[in-house]
């Protein structure tokens, strides 16, 4: 099936290769990946010099650390000397240093080359041109964001003209002051599904009604399919009797002072693609990170973001917790039941896309672009 022979009412989803072919993937990893802007850490986990973190963007290892100024360093984890990775555990702290475990050749957090076995006997060798090689990096919303691009896309166009494209302004989700909230809870999931289905399961509502009975009693439009992200500003209402963004509906935990009235008793999504959802309601943020491991497997790490007093305090956050879990299960578990489908040779051509799913084809046209036209059909 061709897109000229389907109804006006369906047009065509990406083919199946393009979720698992990892010809496909490697291309992602290159073309999107490694060239946009990509959030990697909550920057309180760096609260001070020698914090470290490692992250895969792409197909590379990134080491990220705060310096003794204060301000968020990225590298990449490779040794300037034979290659050897610096770090291997996925977080930690260093005194003063990174130090390769192979030769000791060591760098400091600033990235300069300050030690070597005999490097005094070679003056020729430059401490800062032969010390780590950074990325581009930025702190906003309280996360560190990273670009391995020689030349970096525009930060206000490409990550906070996500967020204005979908609530008109950044003054709305400013409201939020999501920078100074606390993590009350982090749960990281596995999800054996390409990162693309994730993407597009979250910007429809198509699928509301059928895999989410918790969310669509709290917020009861998401049931007639449309999803809120469609429309520029607009927050899906809370149900009339419902009280908070919980399991049962139940009333929330503090609300967050700049919440403005009419974004109070809504729930707003944002996708910052190509790896970020952020979740807004009244008296929390729900904070999505994806990370692309495989063709058909992702990473996803989600932070529950909630005023500090309420998480110092130890208040009770699991049903608030509990909501969003839920959806994240039901969501991946209908991502991982698609997985294996896209290799079928019946969906080689690919699927379709019901009118209230029409907007995730721009999704696949982007994908498409930034591929420059190399996804197969």
Partial sequence: MTSTSLPDSLIATLPGSAYTDPGVFAQE?????????????????????????????????????????????????????????????????????????????????DGKLVAAPNLTRMPDVGRTEYGLVGVAVRE????????????????EEDVMGEVITRLGDVESIDRYGIAN?????????????????????????????????????????FADGYAAQYYVGHGAEFGADVQGFTVDGSAGLDRIPGV????????????VKPQVFINLVPDHVIFHRMYPVAADRTIVECDWLYL?????????????????????????DACERTQPGMGSRLYAKGGVLVPSEHHIG????????RLGGRTPR
């Fill in 260 to 271: 403005s009235e009419d974004q109070d008793r809504r729930y707003y999504a944002i996708t």
């Fill in 29 to 109: 990893q290159e073309h999107i990946f490694e060239t946009m802007w990509f959030c990697v850490a909550r920057s309180s986990e760096l609260a001070k010099p020698g914090a470290f973190r490692t992250v895969d963007v792409g197909r590379e290892s990134i080491l990220v650390t705060r310096a003794r100024d204060l301000s968020v360093r990225a590298y990449f984890n490779v040794c300037r000397h034979r290659g050897a990775r610096l770090r291997t555990e996925e977080s930690g702290e260093v005194k003063r240093a990174f130090q390769c475990p192979y030769h000791a050749w060591t760098y400091d957090l």
């Fill in 140 to 155: 906003w919303l309280g996360y560190v964001w990273v670009c391995l691009a020689e030349h970096p896309p525009s930060f």
């Fill in 362 to 369: 721009a999704f696949h046209a982007w994908v498409s672009e």
């Fill in 181 to 221: 909230l606390s993590v009350g809870r982090r749960i990281v999931y596995d999800v054996r599904a390409n990162w693309k289905l994730i993407i597009e399961n979250f910007m429809e509502c198509y699928h509301c009604a059928t895999i989410h009975p918790e969310l669509t009693e709290v917020l009861p439009e």
């Fill in 308 to 332: 500090p007093h309420v998480v110092a305090s130890g208040k009770d956050v699991s049903r608030s917790v509990e909501l969003f879990d839920r959806v994240n299960r039901q969501d991946f």
